[in-house]
């Protein structure tokens, strides 16, 4: 294939001219600007081929495991651009699929069948929208640029995640958490509307937005996009971010303001001098906590804890917690949550000295440091080895629990952390909190269902050689499986767990040698949300154009 001197196909597709590589997606009929757009069709986009040196840093995420070879990237910086990607690929018939930030644990974005991948990352602007009278987000926007843009320039936030370079398209679709969400909800909970570039039955791409506004034509679409998973009805270019019920014009009071300083306290109990009973009290006394917490209107909503049961080739077990320190006796509220958690466990907790998961060691917080909001978001985001290590594989899956995990469930937890054919420090399940005002709304004011959860569980394992991936599956299934044993293998909804994470997706609930529960995969990641998800799709992506092995589906699939 030939291609210009940098080997990037930067002519102008979308206006039909001559381009200078031989792939079949970069020549076509002229296209013209979409209506709804404010920006023409005519401006360049930048295109990556297989010619290109980027090509193979360009065809995979953050999971190594998945990579694919398409014909072209191709890279949007306009809402125009996208209308016109995609409606190229539907008059040549190109398998789309669409990156925010590439975070996504299946191959829903890499994978064998793609052709053309829309990359979102140049589109990531974070400003105030006059006319929307709200802050506008941009899909490929990375989450702590977001919270720095917004925190900078208007002294609000979003409670969004905690990995820095999450993009904001999958995250907030998806329904993402973070560790203000018992204190401000959801991000979606802030969501005002939406941006997305569907397909209609007879082909055409259309620019639509989707506000929450009750008299909104296009309110069933914003609705999907609060929970409902990306991928599933159009590419979304996007986001508007208001509070419901904020007055007036002026940014800094449309959207919650992060405390201006948080306790942030850190400690870690040694696997060796961890038996099975001191084991299921901690774990028992932390989950007891959330469920006598669940529902909003107390000082405890300020405060959000993740418990990390790691392998024991990790030598510890982990705890982080983070609290408003402006609350009433912040100080208070905090040492009452350890004494709560640590009671009966008999084993002094020390200062946390090595990683775990997605957090950084962080050794000199044994004693609550009294630190800046985004400081300690910066902190929590940034300095973690596995999320800045480009090598990586890994597989993950999820559970909600409205209860404390149940004595049979513990134990099973205990045998597979203890297992002695793996070593592998950075297996672990990790117990994070929820409720507060997550529960505050409704299961069905938004797609997202799980508002009745106290906390998740999220089960993740790493590695870098490829050698290891039999084993690290065969590890984290059976761990898995055995957990819920007594349900089909999985985290039904019933009155203990609540099922599982969209954003944590996990073929193998699609999967009958894993999943034996009889429950689909559908019903686990949106419980009684699904029918109407599917409604929404017959109408806003009625040709299956946005799809993968987890997609909603139409009605009649």
């Not at 890279?75 to 018939?93: F, S």
């Not at 919270?147 to 904001?168: D, H, K, L, N």
């Not at 466990?345 to 962080?362: D, F, L, R």
Request: proline content about 6%; overall charge negative; hydrophobic content about 40%.
């Amino acid at each position: 294939m030939a291609r210009n001197d940098d080997g990037i196909q930067r002519r102008n597709f979308l206006a039909g001219g001559a381009v200078a590589g031989g792939a079949a997606f970069l020549t076509g009929t002229a296209l013209a600007p979409p209506a709804a757009a404010a920006e023409t069709a005519a401006e360049p986009i930048t295109m990556v081929t297989p010619s290109d040196k980027r090509y193979q840093d360009m065809v995979r995420g953050y999971n190594q495991r998945w990579a694919a070879t398409p014909e072209a990237i191709c890279l949007a910086e306009t809402t125009a651009q996208v209308r016109a990607v995609v409606q190229r690929a539907v008059q040549q018939g190109k398998r789309l699929t669409v990156r925010s930030g590439g975070h996504c644990h299946e191959d829903w974005v890499y994978n064998s069948d793609v052709d053309v991948i829309l990359d979102m990352s140049k589109m990531n602007k974070v400003y105030f929208d006059a006319e929307k009278n709200a802050i506008c987000v941009e899909t490929g926007a990375q989450l702590l640029n977001v919270y720095e843009r917004m925190y900078r320039s208007w002294g609000v936030t979003i409670p969004a995640g905690i990995c820095f370079q999450v993009g904001a398209g999958g995250h907030v679709s998806g329904g993402g958490w973070g560790l203000l969400c018992r204190q401000l909800g959801l991000v979606i909970d802030h969501l005002h509307g939406v941006e997305v570039v569907t397909v209609a039955a007879d082909g055409t791409a259309k620019v639509v937005v989707a506000t929450r506004e009750p008299n909104d034509p296009h309110r069933d679409l914003w609705w999907a996009h609060a929970g409902g998973g990306g991928g599933n009805f159009g590419v979304i270019t996007r986001f508007w971010f208001r509070s419901p019920g904020a007055t007036g014009t002026d940014p800094a009071k449309l959207l919650p303001q992060p405390p201006a300083e948080v306790f942030v306290h850190a400690v870690s109990w040694p696997w060796a001098d961890m038996t099975k009973d001191r084991f299921q009290r901690l774990v028992q006394n932390w989950g007891d906590w959330h469920a006598k917490h669940l529902k909003p209107g107390t000082v405890n909503d300020h405060l959000f804890s993740a418990l990390w049961l790691n392998h024991k080739s990790g030598g510890y077990i982990g705890m982080v917690t983070q609290l408003d320190a402006t609350v009433p006796d912040a100080r208070k509220v905090l040492d009452d949550f350890l004494t709560t958690v640590t009671a009966g466990v008999e084993v002094a907790h020390e200062p946390m000295t090595t990683h775990m998961g997605e957090m950084a060691a962080m050794t000199d917080l044994g004693e609550p440091r009294r630190m800046p909001w985004f400081q300690a978001a910066r902190y929590a985001g940034t300095t973690n080895p596995t999320l800045n290590d480009p090598s990586l594989r890994s597989d993950n899956k999820s559970a909600y629990y409205r209860t404390a995990i149940p004595t049979a469930q513990i134990d099973a937890i205990y045998a597979q952390l203890t297992r002695d054919d793996l070593v592998n420090p950075t297996a672990n399940v990790q117990l994070s909190s929820f409720g507060g005002k997550v529960n505050a709304v409704a299961p069905d004011a938004t797609a997202f269902p799980h508002r009745e959860a106290a906390y998740k569980a999220a089960w993740s394992i790493w590695w870098t050689d490829p050698a290891d991936e039999a084993m690290s599956l065969r590890w984290l299934r059976e761990f898995y499986q055995s957990v819920y044993a007594d349900t089909g293998g999985v985290p039904v909804i019933n009155d203990v767990t609540d099922g599982c994470y969209v954003n944590y997706p996990d073929i193998d609930l699609s999967d009958p040698r894993y999943n034996t529960s009889g429950v689909s995969w559908q019903e686990l990641y949106y419980k009684g949300n699904y029918a109407k998800l599917q409604r929404i799709k017959q109408t806003y992506d009625p040709r299956d154009v946005f799809h993968h092995s987890q997609s909603i589906k139409l009605p009649t699939a």
